[in-house]
């Protein structure tokens, strides 16, 4: 109930096979190893990304089936992640000590494999951001360099146009006086 829920809101649309186990009585052990197993027997593309081994709150004596030796070395060898979330926060068993995360809850562990949408988005937001001013920050540069250039440049022009002028200048006035000798 409280898992799916928190999972949903966070992040729809995730995919949840379900492997529906006793979680206590006679059957409880078998049945979580048979569990454990199966999933870890699919291919590598259909297996979960983690493994959830949840049950609501209970009292000490109905959580044998997480403090058998059995389940816990299942749990430890597991090839994919295991989350035990058994019980409510005061509730510790064996499952729990060997998981590659312990939840205190199965709500808690919702909120632990699943990201919140709105936390990834404001992560990208912020990231999108920092990237948007280092962009600004390397475009103001290669506008300073351009623009340094470009006065550069301008210099260079403005100084081989004065030369021209002269050059020119001097052109003109050789041959005024060319003219004017020969008409003498």
Same mark, same amino acid.
């Given at each position: ?5 928190? @999972? ?10 379900? =492997? ?14 048979? $569990?454990?197993?199966? &999933?870890?027997?699919? *291919?590598? =593309?259909?297996?979960? +990304?983690?493994? @959830? ?11 044998? %089936? &997480?403090?058998?030796?059995?389940? $816990? #070395? ?9 989350? @035990? %979330? ?6 510790? *068993?064996?499952? +729990?000590?060997? %998981?590659?995360?312990? !939840? =205190?809850?199965?709500?808690? !562990? ?7 949408? $709105? ?20 475009? +103001?540069?290669?506008?300073?360099? !351009? +623009?340094?250039? !470009? ?7 403005? #100084?081989?146009?004065? #030369? ?5 200048? #001097? ?10 000798? *020969?008409?003498?």
């Amino acid at each position: 109930g409280d898992f799916l829920r928190i @999972v949903n809101n966070r992040w729809g649309g995730i995919e949840i096979l379900f =492997s529906h186990v006793h979680v206590q009585g006679r059957e409880a052990v078998s049945e979580i190893l048979s $569990a454990l197993s199966a &999933f870890s027997a699919l *291919s590598a =593309s259909d297996r979960p +990304d983690a493994i @959830v081994l949840t049950r609501g709150g209970g009292g000490l004596e109905d959580l044998h %089936a &997480f403090n058998d030796e059995q389940v $816990a #070395r299942a749990v430890y060898q597991s090839v994919i992640p295991v989350v @035990v %979330a058994v019980g409510h926060e005061r509730d510790e *068993s064996l499952a +729990d000590y060997v %998981a590659d995360v312990r !939840a =205190s809850t199965p709500s808690n !562990a919702a909120e632990r494999i699943v990201p919140s949408r $709105a936390d990834v988005k404001y992560e990208l937001d912020m990231m999108l951001t920092h990237n948007e001013q280092q962009l600004q920050f390397v475009m +103001d540069e290669y506008r300073t360099a !351009a +623009d340094k250039i !470009a006065t550069r440049v301008g210099h260079i022009l403005e #100084r081989e146009r004065d #030369r021209l002028i002269t050059i020119r200048t #001097r052109l003109h006035d050789q041959a005024l006086d060319r003219r004017a000798r *020969s008409r003498r």
